[in-house]
């Protein structure tokens, strides 16, 4: 799909540029003097103008074509200066082209196909690699082209001969008109003179002799004459192959022919019929005769097969019931698996130390704060009794204390 869409991208002579590449390529390799250097040395035939050129209207012989493309790339490159060993017919291809592309970009050339595409030993792949190493041989040959000389013409000349021509043509119109008068006239004078012919001779014709006419000539030297000039006499008609009546002939000979053989072959063919219809009755009687004594291993054979169908289905069924409780016992086994897991995650929960240690240490550690708290409790309650003790005794004393002293009294 993509090479159709490159195709149409250049356009729709692109399919036939690599004919005009072979005809360029054929003209090249004619002035390397690949005939004497290549075909000669090989002992091959001279290419066609075509013959890279691939065409569903061109025969094709791909391992001859990719043979021929390998001799003449490696001459090609070793004209080109490179040294390059000639492939064999038995090399592996795939090396072959590799080694022949990688010498071509050597040379500066473009390579944006596939190797894949010069194995078939046709196309305008082929035909590309080709013309360009025959440039680069070109190139090492310092082979220049030249500008074709033309032969100078006088122009004067030419114009006066075509003046020419338009009058002559123009004369054998004008005859060509004229003509049919003419063609009549004579054909009217040709009919008079035919006329006048004939009555001349009915004529002379009409005029007898006055004397009977005798011959003088000899009876013997008539009949040697004869045999002399009967030779020549004799006509021979060359026959045509493609004549009807040739055909016909053919056709009424091959007629009789058959009917000839016919007859012969009718016998035999009757024969051999009846040979046959006698063996083919007595197969027909054997069969029958094997059909009765086989009866009953065939029915045997009806009830085995009949049974065997049965232990089929009956296979059949158990082999689902088996699957389905192979189904079950993988669930089951499944969620023992999860059980057995978590057993021993609790198993080993269960065995592990570690919270009993921690419920210890809380323990001491709330025997410490216990212990301190009760010493400050102790502390604020003997601070309390103190209190209470210094307020009653202040209390005491101020019930004691109820004389007071009128200078007291009077200064306050």
Not at 52 to 74: R, V
Not at 153 to 167: G, K, P, R, T
Not at 179 to 200: G, H
Not at 399 to 409: K, Q, R
Request: hydrophobic fraction near 35%.
């Amino acid at each position: 799909q993509a090479e159709e869409d490159w195709d149409d991208e250049r356009g729709p002579g692109a399919a036939y540029q690599m004919f005009v590449v072979m005809e360029d390529l054929l003209d090249k390799l004619k002035l390397l003097d690949y005939e004497e250097e290549v075909l000669a040395k090989h002992n091959m035939k001279a290419l066609s103008r075509h013959y890279f050129a691939s065409s569903a209207y061109m025969p094709s012989n791909p391992g001859e074509q990719f043979f021929m493309f390998t001799i003449i790339a490696s001459w090609l490159i070793n004209a080109a200066g490179r040294p390059f060993e000639q492939p064999q017919e038995y090399d592996d291809p795939n090396a072959t082209v590799s080694n022949i592309l990688s010498q071509l970009r050597a040379f500066g050339g473009l390579v944006d196909f596939p190797p894949s595409k010069l194995k078939a030993g046709s196309g305008e792949h082929v035909c590309y690699v080709l013309d360009r190493l025959a440039e680069e041989a070109l190139k090492e040959r310092v082979f220049s082209w030249r500008r074709p000389n033309y032969p100078t013409e006088e122009m004067e000349e030419e114009s006066v001969m075509e003046d020419d021509a338009e009058l002559t043509l123009s004369k054998v119109e004008e005859e060509m008109t004229e003509e049919p008068d003419d063609c009549e006239e004579e054909n009217v004078m040709d009919l008079e003179a035919l006329k006048s012919r004939t009555n001349q001779s009915e004529a002379k014709l009409s005029s007898k002799p006055d004397n009977i006419l005798e011959s003088n000539m000899d009876s013997a030297e008539w009949n040697l004459e004869v045999e002399r000039v009967l030779p020549q006499l004799k006509v021979t008609i060359r026959t045509d192959h493609k004549d009807w009546r040739i055909h016909v002939d053919q056709m009424h000979q091959h007629k009789d022919g058959i009917k000839s053989s016919l007859k012969e072959a009718k016998g035999y063919l009757d024969k051999l019929q009846e040979e046959i219809g006698k063996t083919l009755e007595k197969v027909g009687s054997r069969e029958k005769y094997i059909n009765n004594q086989l009866e009953h291993l065939i029915q045997d054979y009806r009830s085995a097969q009949s049974k065997l169908s049965e232990a089929r289905e009956c296979y059949q069924q158990g082999s689902g019931g088996v699957t389905e409780r192979t189904r079950v016992l993988a669930e089951i086994t499944e969620e023992l698996e999860k059980v057995k897991q978590e057993m021993e995650e609790k198993g080993s929960s269960m065995s592990d130390g570690a919270p009993v240690v921690k419920i210890k240490q809380s323990l001491t550690k709330l025997k410490q704060e216990i212990v301190q708290m009760d010493i400050r409790i102790g502390v604020v309650e003997h601070t309390l009794l103190q209190a209470k003790l210094k307020e009653k005794s202040n209390m005491t004393r101020d019930m004691h204390a109820t004389n007071i002293p009128e200078p007291a009294i009077g200064a306050y």
